[in-house]
């Protein structure tokens, strides 16, 4: 084969594997950047899932706050003897104890499940002392007294919902936190 066709042959498979080479470049380059776009996406429904579960638990604790003022209104209102049968106070502990127990529904679908059941128990324990402080309203003489059984049946159910609330807190916190770590 004579030189002037040998350079036509090398330059035609110079040419055919520059264009085979762009090809195969370009395709990767493409295959990285769907899998950018794919990891990209991964990480943002990832943070609007923890977004979503930020505002769930902090709409619970606005809740529990709510209701348990509003226990700490009507104890105070029974306590002072101005409490009459049925009050604006033990509404208001009706409707925010029944506010949280809705937000627990919130909390079971964003997880995680210790804290979906602590928020249930703190609600239940906030239902067991509403019914307690009814059961001091109608005895007032119980109420007056700070030692009497029915003064510490409320007491006991006051605090069942400090703790089953406090064990939602720290759930929620290690959530937060172990989600937030693995972020990074």
Known sequence: MDQGV?????????????????????????????????????????????????????????????????????????????????????SAVRTTCHDALMCTFEIRSCGPADAADFANWACMALQESRLALAGLRSAPDAAADPESPASRDWEQKRLRVTAWYTMFSDATRRAVNETGTQGR
Request: charged residues 25%; neutral net charge.
């Open 6 to 90: 040998a350079a036509v042959w090398a330059a035609g498979v110079a040419g055919f594997a520059s264009a085979a080479g762009a090809v195969v470049g370009a395709g990767l380059a493409g295959r990285s950047a769907q899998s950018q776009v794919t990891a990209q996406e991964s990480v943002d429904s990832a943070r609007r899932v923890e977004d979503h579960r930020r505002q769930v638990y902090a709409t619970f604790h606005e809740r529990m706050k709510a209701a348990i003022l509003a226990i700490d209104e009507w104890e105070r209102a029974i306590r002072q003897r101005t409490a009459p049968p049925s009050t604006d106070a033990e």
